[in-house]
């Protein structure tokens, strides 16, 4: 009964800028919405899949080297929104970009997850 759904993917080209957006519903929604952490990954054609961003309960955040300066993420608590926004894209920036939430385990509570969507592509060429 969890879902995440991505959109906002979309062609480009070198330079451009697109934003991502996560949307959950089910049983990470509503109120616990809050302590999940979120993520996005990236996998593009024969390669592994990449951990791009991550944005924890409280708020902080971090990239990926290759991103660092380019794109940032953000959460909106009561949306049950993330997103990703990506500026000046490059060609190697290209693949299907997902959504990940994650409950770490804490005290009282088990861990949760991993639950992923099912990706949008991102695709920057001239």
């Known amino acids: 009964q969890v879902q995440l759904v991505e959109s906002g993917g979309g062609l480009v080209q070198p330079g451009g800028s697109l934003r991502l957006s996560c949307a959950a519903s089910?049983?990470?929604?509503?109120?616990?919405?809050?302590?999940?952490?979120m993520a996005w990954y990236r996998q593009a054609p024969g390669q592994q899949r990449e951990l791009v961003a991550t944005?924890?309960?409280?708020?902080?955040?971090n990239y990926v080297d290759s991103v660092k300066g380019r794109f940032t993420i953000s959460r909106d608590n009561a949306r049950n929104t993330v997103y990703l926004q990506m500026n000046s894209l490059k060609v190697e920036d290209t693949a299907v970009y997902y959504c990940?939430?994650?409950?770490?385990?804490?005290?009282?509570?088990?861990?949760?997850?991993?639950?992923w969507g099912q990706g949008t592509q991102v695709t920057v060429s001239s």
């Open positions: 944005i924890v309960s409280g708020g902080s955040a």
């Open positions: 990940n939430a994650e409950r770490p385990r804490a005290g009282p509570w088990q861990y949760r997850g991993p639950y």
């Open positions: 089910g049983s990470i929604s509503g109120s616990i919405f809050w302590f999940y952490d």
